[in-house]
């Protein structure tokens, strides 16, 4: 039997700020709703929504925090850790860059950033545990992402010791999570060593086939690598465990193509557009995960190069409601159907 996706939700992280109603876990919950949207995913390095060590270690606050949005007629769809999960593994190329997303007490020290990391994970899966909720959203972190492009020819073993780290060092999470009964769903996305299904088989490989290694399907991240998205859906259908509906469009010219030449998002030939303003076919990717029985939560991500995000977020309650599929309890053409029994059957085989 085919589910009726849940939704509309919507990814807060791009909309939190310090002015109402962006500011608070209540009042952007209201804006929300106002919209029309039925669920919110929370990004747990936003202060201002939640202490997420707070929400591992105490479930009363957790059930504050599942009071407010439930106040709104919400549900929290999953907790994000994009910005701490990217931390579980940075290449020393990109630690500066990287320190941004954590403490200033572990910035210049990538071994205390890691354990912070590590320790913001372990508090992630009791925090969704407290929170009674089965799937969380977060990035792979990236070892091997600087030798994406073979040129100089990479040494031998080098991806492959890179994932073997990248397991060794996600396996104990893996175990936390599946000891609270959540999903770990990692966003498949350029800058990860996590960056399309060849590369998730390889990690997923490594932690011997975790039960809790899922996926977040995002079609937008695949349109800017052209690979093909709806294909995607059917191969890893039993362990996609979260979607991001974020749309985006690939324009190759002659002077540039996937690499964008260096250029910022609205010159780029492949960007990220507000939902139905790309080329992403969702009526095909909402009906196959209808099909595949996603029994999961449709949450927005917004984010685009042109659009107000107000606009986008109000645009997008609407088609993302028009795009869910409220599935059929019986067959089209049971009208037709003659009631025949096993003798009948035999009959008309001519035995």
Excluded at 15 to 32: E, H, Q, R, T
Excluded at 84 to 90: D, P, R, T
Excluded at 196 to 205: A, K, P, Q, T, V
Excluded at 231 to 245: G, S
Aim: aromatic share 12%; proline share 5%.
């Amino acid at each position: 039997m085919a589910t009726t996706i849940k939704g509309p939700a919507i990814f807060l992280a791009q909309f939190a700020g310090d002015a109402a109603p962006f500011n608070s876990l209540d009042s952007i919950c209201k804006w929300a709703a106002d919209l029309g949207y039925k669920g919110v995913q929370i990004p747990t390095w936003v202060s201002s929504f939640i202490d997420l060590e707070k929400a591992a270690n105490s479930k009363t606050y957790a059930d504050e925090i599942k009071g407010v949005v439930n106040s709104h007629g919400l549900d929290i769809t999953e907790l994000s850790t994009h910005l701490q999960g990217q931390l579980i593994a940075v290449h020393p190329a990109y630690d500066t860059a990287f320190d941004g997303f954590a403490p200033s007490a572990v910035h210049g020290n990538p071994k205390a950033r890691q354990l912070w990391a590590v320790e913001t994970m372990m508090n992630a899966a009791k925090a969704s545990q407290n929170l009674g909720l089965k799937a969380h959203a977060t990035f792979s972190g990236s070892l091997a992402w600087p030798y994406i492009y073979p040129w100089p020819q990479r040494p031998a073993g080098l991806v492959e010791e890179a994932f073997d780290e990248l397991a060794r060092r996600w396996t104990p999470i893996l175990n936390a999570f599946d000891e609270a009964g959540v999903d770990v769903c990692y966003e498949i996305h350029p800058g990860e060593d996590l960056h399309d299904g060849i590369s998730y088989e390889m990690f997923l490989e490594r932690v011997n086939n975790h039960p809790r290694a899922n996926l977040l399907y995002d079609p937008s991240h695949f349109v800017l690598q052209q690979l093909d998205y709806l294909d995607y859906i059917d191969i890893y259908k039993d362990r996609i465990k979260a979607f991001h509906v974020k749309d985006a469009e690939f324009n190759p010219t002659g002077r540039q193509g996937v690499y964008g030449g260096f250029q910022s998002w609205v010159d780029r030939a492949g960007r990220f557009r507000s939902i139905g303003d790309g080329q992403v076919d969702f009526p095909a990717i909402f009906a196959k995960m209808a099909a595949n029985d996603f029994q999961g939560w449709a949450v927005l991500e917004w984010e685009c190069a042109l659009k107000h995000p107000e606009d986008g977020a109000r645009e997008g309650a609407e088609l993302i409601k028009s795009y869910i599929i409220r599935v059929t309890e019986k067959a089209f053409d049971d009208f037709a159907s003659g009631g025949t029994d096993q003798a009948a059957n035999r009959k008309m085989l001519g035995l």
